[in-house]
């Protein structure tokens, strides 16, 4: 499907869609296509990002930047495309930390981030401008400005997050989640204002892992309070699909957290922020006032993320008029 052909949506008012990175960003690119550049934000996780090699890497911006740029790895789900590995050979001929692949093309963005957050400008004016010159027109911001920090307690010792989940391969059993710095940061300018706004459609929580890539962008002091108080309805899509993770360490991780695998666990986990939840397959016993809609949440084509962007937007508007009297009594 080619982007002339994609039928615009014709509804008024904005969305913003909090995601992680190659489930979220997926979602997000469908977004992108159905609705008005103006009339999108995505506000991304952070607490993933970290300092290697002295660099400040932000493995979820820059999926769900490569991801709207169409220039992302097809097969990897992140990186770049087409890309080049001299540096970390190179790197790896003198000894130097190669568990943690950085591309040619990869590294190029993270030493401009890097540089220009010495120099005191913010990670979001930094994502802005790295977006723009690729020629991205929906706004992508970060969770928060403020550093956030994912730290996993494992049977091997507390790990910052991509030592568990790159280096380690997530082989350690996971305990608890930890987001260092979260009462401290404030919640990103503009997607706190796009939260408030008065015309306000929906807010969409993306098919990320609940736990790694939602729960830090919840964890932000001020986040949690302002989604209770939007004046629009919250969908969620569920991650999970024939009971197991659709990609990524989650059932692993919801495992050992003495947790099941299904929509009803996924469901109880966002019950105090969401009005529905969007999932693959049949809705179990997932019970209450939480409305639920069935449909294909596998994408795996730019026809399968267009067809869920919109489908999630459809569910969103079904139930808006009544959102507000939903507002504290979820199940």
């Known amino acids: 499907m080619a982007p002339t052909d994609i039928q615009p ?101 993270n030493v401009e981030r890097t540089h220009r957050l010495h120099s005191g ?13 690729l020629g991205i027109p929906v706004q992508i911001v970060p969770m928060s400005d403020d550093p956030v920090r994912t730290l996993v307690d494992t049977d091997a010792g507390p790990l910052p997050f991509q030592k568990y989940f790159v280096e380690r391969q997530c082989v350690p059993v996971l305990r608890s989640v930890v987001f260092a710095g ?24 993306c098919p990320s892992n609940p736990y790694l890539s939602v729960d830090p962008i919840l964890s932000v002091n001020g986040m949690r309070e302002a989604l209770q108080s939007v004046s629009a309805p919250i969908v ?43 999932i693959d397959g049949d809705s179990e016993r997932i019970t209450g006032k939480l409305a639920v809609m069935t449909g294909n949440t596998i994408m795996k084509s730019l026809e399968d993320k267009i067809s869920l962007a919109r489908g999630v937007l459809t569910f969103a508007d079904q139930f808006a008029a009544g959102c507000n009297n939903l507002r504290g009594q979820r199940a």
């Open 9 to 109: 949506d014709k509804s008024t008012g904005s969305v913003v869609a909090l995601c992680g990175g190659i489930g979220g960003a997926k979602l997000a690119l469908g977004l992108s296509r159905v609705l008005p550049d103006e009339r999108l934000l995505i506000g991304v996780n952070t607490g993933d990002d970290f300092e290697h090699l002295g660099l400040h890497v932000s493995p979820d911006i820059d999926t769900v930047t490569y991801t709207l740029a169409g220039v992302s790895n097809p097969e990897m789900g992140w990186g770049r495309a087409d890309e080049t590995w001299n540096f970390m050979e190179a790197l790896g001929e003198i000894g130097g930390e190669t568990w943690f692949s950085l591309g040619d093309k990869d590294l190029a963005v």
């Open 236 to 278: 969620a899509v569920s991650p999970v699909v024939g009971g197991d993770a659709v990609k990524g360490p989650m059932a692993k991780i919801m495992g050992e957290l003495g947790l099941t695998v299904t929509h009803g666990t996924i469901a109880k986990h966002y019950a105090e922020l969401i009005d529905g939840l969007m």
């Open 121 to 133: 400008e913010s990670l979001s004016a930094i994502t802005r401008d790295i977006c723009r010159n």
């Open 182 to 205: 979260a009462d401290n940061a404030s919640v990103q300018p503009e997607l706190l204002a796009a939260l408030q706004q008065r015309d306000l459609r929906a807010v969409i929580i």
